[in-house]
């Protein structure tokens, strides 16, 4: 149920295309809610039959051109309402940590490359965090809204960090065995 509620906050903070929304999603939002490109447009056809969202009104009709679209007060109650809602946590689903339960029955062969690996990536991935962090919130910029983008960003940053921790646990663990 969270894509319509992604999509929502998207058009909210500026109306887009599908497209625009596509390429927003692999810059911000689809650090924590992914998104494939179909995915999107499914959900834009979607919002729209249920009185959501709009496609604004283009001056020049053109051919080919792309729909943009805004969100309808409806939408707007929608998003207020979702986001006073309970949810409880998910369930972590992670291949690693099965990969490493499954090493205890038959060996931990192979285990440390991946986890090697796994350390390099969230490297990369804390280090574009930050490089977000640097970029896009500078100090002074203290506005509830900048305050609240901050404090997802830096979700991703504490995971990222605790991954960091783990995986080198892990790792030193798993090296010790071999």
């Known amino acids: 149920m969270s894509l319509p509620h992604a999509i929502l906050t998207a058009l909210l903070e500026k109306p887009s295309s599908g497209l625009e929304l596509t390429r927003r999603f692999d810059k911000s939002i689809g650090y924590f809610w992914s998104a494939t490109h179909q995915q999107i447009y499914r959900e834009l056809g979607r919002l729209e039959e249920a009185g959501l969202i709009r496609e604004l009104p283009s001056e020049v009709p053109v051919r080919g051109q792309k729909k943009q ?19 409880d946590p998910k369930a972590i689903r992670d ?22 690996r796994h350390l390099d990536l969230h490297r990369r991935q804390l280090a ?9 919130f500078p100090p002074g910029r203290d506005s509830d809204e900048d305050r609240l983008r901050r404090l997802v960003l ?13 995986l080198e ?3 030193a ?6």
């Open 95 to 116: 291949p690693l940590l099965l990969r490493i339960r499954a090493a205890a029955v038959v060996g931990p062969n192979g285990l440390a490359a991946e986890l090697r």
């Open 169 to 171: 646990e892990a790792l």
């Open 69 to 87: 679209y805004e969100v309808l007060d409806a939408g707007s109650a929608e998003l207020a309402r979702w986001v006073g809602e309970s949810q």
């Open 128 to 136: 574009v965090y930050e490089a977000i962090e640097e970029k896009d």
């Open 173 to 178: 663990e798993v090296e010790d065995m071999t």
């Open 154 to 166: 830096h979700g991703g940053v504490g995971l990222e960090t605790f991954w960091l921790r783990w």
